[in-house]
């Protein structure tokens, strides 16, 4: 402000030597000094508010492009989330399920354990890594498998066709003796209940293990269930368990080489949904199902 006060006193100034210097009259000088002070005050006003404008301008512009932006990225998010949902409305997945898990993933607190949300994360990333895998129809799990042995027979509609070598789940104490084997019966007996077909072919390596009185009590509480049972003495065939659900999904497991006096060791479970795979072991299931007796006519391979 005083800047424009020294400003306009000088103009002013310079106005009345001028006006002296034309007119006679001192009211007309003082008149003239006055206007042309007046004027350039003026001017000045009129450019620092043209400043302010220009600066309020440029702060509205700024303003106006981060405005833009976060709404871009508002509507990208939108987008990707309206995509999302899209897709999973057109799967047949179950929606309101991927909604609970949205929804208690959401719920953990800002501030709880670093721990805790690590291990949430972990375990999301580890669901994530699932479905990309059943996207790509297969799935590997190191060692043994308890969760999609039992998540399968409980969803089962149609049917399941296993074959169990007695080396691997059928001997001492054994895999049926232990509570994942007792689970899955259960869980067999209930599918059962709702109109599954279940087959079982046991496999056994030499004729002198089908009449032994562990396998029989297995035999029987299979079949004493519903399980139609079959006996195979398969020594000399390369043969691994392997369990197919509904004829669209392979649930197989890789066993290690046994050594005496130990029980073998699970390598690794696999589920594998490719039809081509799964045909293929369906056809060898059928096939060696054909070879086998019915759980009471199996003491006849022993004369084999």
Partial sequence: MLRKVIITSVVGGCAYLLATLVLDSLAAQLIVAAGVGAVSLMVQFLIGFERRL???????????ATLQRAVRQGFAKVSAATQLLARLEAAESKNNAIGRLVGQAAAIEPGASPLLVKFVETEMNRMTEFLHSVEHQELTYDGEDREWLLGLTCNATSSINAISLCTVDADKPGFWAQPLGLDYLAAQQVAIQRGVRIRRLFVVHGPEHVDDRSLRMVYESQASVGIEVRVLNATDMPLADFAVFDDVVSYEVVSGPRFAGADPVILCTRLVFRPDDVSRQMERFRDFWQRAR???????LNDS
Wanted: glycine share 16%; net charge negative.
């Fill in 54 to 64: 220009a600066a309020v301008e440029d702060g509205q512009h700024g303003q106006t």
């Fill in 294 to 300: 019915p759980y009471g006519q199996s003491r006849a």
